[in-house]
């Protein structure tokens, strides 16, 4: 399984970038998208999830309600609308998926996800 992140850039802050994430298989194989975010020096963090079975969609409580997941089964491609960007939402973005339901408890866990993306800069800045 491969997974290709692309979409970031440099912004600047309240700007908006969308995030895609292309999964080389197809969502019956698997039951959980996430997206996660890491700076140098700090731990990945989890950012936002999604469930292909149902849509159940959790986030990270510092971007709720400006970052939004989405997901186009048809493409096997995976989004993340992010608006209102700040200078702290500046990381390296990966996303992931694994084959494992997932409850709200872990779904932002990055021990919770076996495949991964290479990552996209984001960057917000003047």
């Known amino acids: 399984v491969q997974l290709q992140a692309s979409g970031g850039g440099l912004v600047q802050p309240g700007g908006s970038l969308k995030l895609s994430c292309a999964v080389s298989a197809s969502t019956l194989d698997y039951y959980a998208v996430a997206w996660f975010r890491q700076v140098p020096g700090r731990e990945r963090q989890g950012v936002s999830f999604?469930?292909?079975?149902?849509?159940?969609?959790f986030y990270a409580n510092s971007v709720k309600g400006r970052f939004t997941i989405s997901e186009d089964n048809a493409k096997n491609t995976f989004y993340l609308q992010m608006n209102s960007l700040k200078p702290e939402d500046t990381a390296i973005y990966y996303c992931a998926i694994d084959g494992r339901p997932k409850v709200r408890s872990t779904a932002l866990s990055r021990y919770e996800y076996d495949y991964w993306g290479r990552g996209t800069q984001v960057t917000v800045s003047y």
């Open positions: 999604i469930s292909t079975s149902d849509g159940t969609t």
